[in-house]
T-cell receptor, first 112, second 117 residues
Framework: EDQVTQSPEALRLQEGESSSLNCSYT??????LFWYRQDPGKGPEFLFT???AGEEKEKERLKATLTKKESFLHITAPKPEDSATYLC?????????????FGQGTTLQVKP | GAVVSQHPSWVICKSGTSVKIECRSL??????MFWYRQFPKQSLMLMAT?????????EQGVEKDKFLINHASLTLSTLTVTSAHPEDSSFYIC?????????????FGPGTRLTVL
């Protein structure tokens, strides 16, 4: 069964305290793995797409990496404005429609 | 680039009425659009996939006669919640898939909060 599991469910950090969010996936053929950021009451904001194991992408304080079984979203020296829910989603290789399978998300709170 | 809008951003209606939500891709053509539903503190649940000019494909358990989807053009899809009831109250979010180079990426709208009294 196709599954995406994110951990932890919630994470509290002090400003400047680096950490990582995990996204483990089980799908029959990965076409792409996506990271989104969602603020309360808003739609998800696209962050990264990763396509193959070993790939890495960076954007400001965020860095996403991918292996054959999981992806990590590393947050370096976070700031309070990084507080949000981070969603991971995968697209199967057999999907022609682009359908995404979402994890439950990790809610990050960064305290000043 | 890749901006998706939704209208309205929130709506309150009486039980038994129908509500239409619009989803527009503002600066790109979207061959495929998706409609999601999100409950408080939960992740996104895909309701249906719509392709321009063809019938929508609904996920298992989603009533197609209750949630009518129309994708009339490459920039507009609509979701109509027919005969709405309080249990239909939720946050509805659309996304659009580009047909360009980054065709795998989906860009989301800001969401529509529906409250049925």
């Amino acid at each position: 069964e196709d599954q995406v599991t994110q951990s932890p469910e919630a994470l509290r950090l002090q400003e400047g305290e680096s950490s990582s969010l995990n996204c483990s996936y089980t799908v029959s053929g990965l076409r792409g793995l996506f990271w989104y950021r969602q603020d309360p009451g808003k739609g998800p904001e696209f962050l990264f797409t990763l396509y193959s194991a070993g790939e890495e992408k960076e954007k400001e304080r965020l860095k996403a990496t991918l292996t054959k079984k999981e992806s990590f979203l590393h947050i370096t020296a976070p700031k309070p404005e990084d507080s949000a829910t981070y969603l991971c989603a995968v697209q199967k290789g057999s999907s022609n429609t682009g359908k995404l399978i979402f994890g439950q998300g990790t809610t990050l709170q960064v305290k000043p | 680039g890749a901006v998706v809008s939704q209208h309205p951003s929130w709506v309150i209606c009486k039980s038994g009425t129908s509500v239409k939500i619009e989803c527009r891709s503002l600066d790109f053509q979207a061959t495929t659009m998706f409609w999601y539903r999100q409950f408080p503190k939960q992740s996104l649940m895909l309701m249906a996939t719509s392709n321009e000019g063809s019938k929508a494909t609904y996920e298992q358990g989603v009533e197609k006669d209750k949630f009518l989807i129309n994708h009339a053009s490459l920039t507009l899809s609509t979701l109509t919640v027919t005969s709405a009831h309080p249990e239909d109250s939720s946050f509805y979010i659309c996304s659009a898939r580009t047909s360009g180079v980054s065709y795998n990426e989906q860009f989301f709208g800001p969401g529509t909060r529906l409250t049925v009294l």
